[in-house]
């Protein structure tokens, strides 16, 4: 079956924008998890959604947020963009929320300028 | 808290060297622990795992034993290819309120393995 898809793949936005990243996950999975990834921080968990609510969230700033679909697709929004927002934005689903193996996307690169 | 702990790289190895990548951990209770491998230009795939005390995970010639008495998970191979050059990420899995399970993630170790 299909794996997790993301798009876009790649952009680049200014400082004060916003961007908008979507995620489908692999059919059947209801839950959806995103990470920021960069050199100097790993990876740093996001927040979690499972059948449209939010189950657990990182320590990010409120200009980070997301939601999810009835579809279980989800997208996550970054507002007021910042330099330091540079990142790979990586998207993971898995079946529920207990242990299941998490499978993940290729990641949308964000370059802010 | 709870937290992972993984060496630090780069590490570079010549093919058919063995390979110990180092992961600790603090948690209370009895995590999962989980090695996720990222090959160059791909997402995260899950490598191998152990959900309890003196289990052995092991996949594509990697193993790692959950050792609760020195709260270690170290990933091992007897001979690394080249094609085994990727970031190697440590995590544990601790159940969170609600019973849904947040993983924690080790920063990664980068692997370069040289022909």
């Known amino acids: 079956k299909a794996g997790v898809t993301q798009t876009p793949r790649y952009l680049i936005k200014t400082r004060g924008q916003q961007v908008t990243l979507s995620c489908s996950p692999i059919?059947?999975?209801?839950?959806v998890s995103w990470y920021q990834q960069t050199p100097g921080q790993g990876l740093q968990f996001l927040f979690e959604?499972?059948?449209?609510?939010?189950?657990n969230k990182g320590n990010f700033p409120g200009r980070f947020s997301g939601r999810q679909f009835s579809n279980s697709r989800s997208e996550m929004n970054v507002s007021t963009l910042e330099l330091g927002d540079s990142a790979l934005y990586l998207c993971?689903?898995?079946?529920?929320?207990?242990?299941?193996?998490?499978?993940f996307g290729e990641g949308s690169r964000l370059t802010v300028l | 808290g709870n937290s992972v702990t993984q060496m630090e790289g780069p590490v570079t190895l010549s093919e058919e060297a063995f390979l110990t990548i180092n992961c600790t951990y603090t948690?209370?209770?009895?995590?999962?622990l989980f090695w996720y491998v990222q090959y160059p230009g791909e997402g995260l795939q899950l490598l191998l795992k152990?959900?309890?005390a003196d289990d052995k995970g092991s996949n594509k010639g990697f193993e790692a034993t959950y050792r609760k008495e020195t709260t270690s998970f170290h990933l091992e191979k007897g001979s690394v290819q080249v094609s085994d050059s990727a970031v190697y990420f440590c995590?544990?899995?601790?159940?969170?309120?609600?019973?849904?399970?947040?993983?924690?993630w080790g920063l990664g170790t980068s692997l370069a393995v040289n022909p």
């Open positions: 059919s059947g999975h209801r839950s």
């Open positions: 959604y499972f059948s449209e609510t939010q189950r």
């Open positions: 993971a689903s898995r079946s529920g929320t207990l242990d299941g193996e998490l499978f």
């Open positions: 948690a209370t209770g009895y995590p999962s």
């Open positions: 995590a544990l899995s601790r159940n969170n309120a609600g019973n849904n399970r947040k993983l924690i």
């Open positions: 152990a959900t309890k």
